[in-house]
T-cell receptor, first 121, second 120 residues
Framework: AQKVTQAQTEISVVEKEDVTLDCVYE???????LFWYKQPPSGELVFLIR??????QNEISGRYSWNFQKSTSSFNFTITASQVVDSAVYFC??????????????????FGKGTLLTVNP | GAVVSQHPSWVICKSGTSVKIECRSL??????MFWYRQFPKQSLMLMAT?????????EQGVEKDKFLINHASLTLSTLTVTSAHPEDSSFYIC????????????????FGPGTRLTVL
């Protein structure tokens, strides 16, 4: 079974602070993909990043960076110099890489419970 | 590219009525669409996987006779909440899998903006 744990339910920071959102995952698949999505108050899910299990290289995109560590099954997300517009719920998600441990194909996403980030001015 | 729309964006209905929600992939073909439900301050829970031209696969605990899914074309899937009750009030989100042969994120799910259902 797949599982995604986002231990931080809510985080509140002051604008310009750096903030890291934690994500720990469990899977028996050797090939898998990890995702981060942003859900602002409007409700629409915004895709932020996809990372496959064979690529542990960290990625930076503007103020966003992601740290993938297979050894600790973590895929953490850092926002540098946070802004009020970053306030949203952030979801980490996992899916199998085509064939599950049981042998069947699977494109389902397993979501964590989300972290509500509030950036105060 | 990879835009998914949902209609309506919100709906209020009386208990006992049926509500249909449409999910469309606007600029790509989606052989597979997914329907999620999200209660306030909770995560997305997959309800069913819909494949074009075949019956939907429902997750455990989801009543297929309650939540009817039709995926009649490569760009449209519908979710009908039959005989809706207040406990069905939720945020319903669809996603469509881009099965294109190229592109950095082909085969990934792209999400619609969601439909907020309130049953009185």
């Amino acid at each position: 079974a797949q599982k995604v744990t986002q231990a931080q339910t809510e985080i509140s920071v002051v604008e310009k602070e750096d903030v890291t959102l934690d994500c720990v995952y469990e899977t028996r698949d050797t090939t898998y993909y990890l995702f981060w999505y942003k859900q602002p108050p409007s409700g629409e899910l915004v895709f932020l990043i996809r990372r496959n299990s064979f690529d542990e290289q960290n990625e930076i995109s503007g103020r966003y960076s992601w740290n993938f560590q297979k050894s600790t099954s973590s895929f953490n997300f850092t926002i540098t110099a946070s802004q009020v517009v970053d306030s949203a719920v952030y979801f980490c998600a996992l899916r199998a890489g085509g064939r599950t441990y049981s042998g069947g194909s699977n494109y389902k996403l397993t979501f964590g419970k989300g972290t509500l980030l509030t950036v105060n001015p | 590219g990879a835009v998914v729309s949902q209609h309506p964006s919100w709906v209020i209905c009386k208990s006992g009525t049926s509500v249909k929600i449409e999910c469309r992939s606007l600029d790509f073909q989606a052989t597979t669409m997914f329907w999620y439900r999200q209660f306030p301050k909770q995560s997305l829970m997959l309800m069913a996987t819909s494949n074009e031209g075949s019956k939907a696969t429902y997750e455990q605990g989801v009543e297929k006779d309650k939540f009817l899914i039709n995926h009649a074309s490569l760009t449209l899937s519908t979710l009908t909440v039959t005989s809706a009750h207040p406990e069905d009030s939720s945020f319903y989100i669809c996603s469509a899998r881009d099965f294109g042969t190229s592109g950095m994120y082909h085969n990934e799910q792209f999400f619609g903006p969601g439909t907020r259902l309130t049953v009185l």
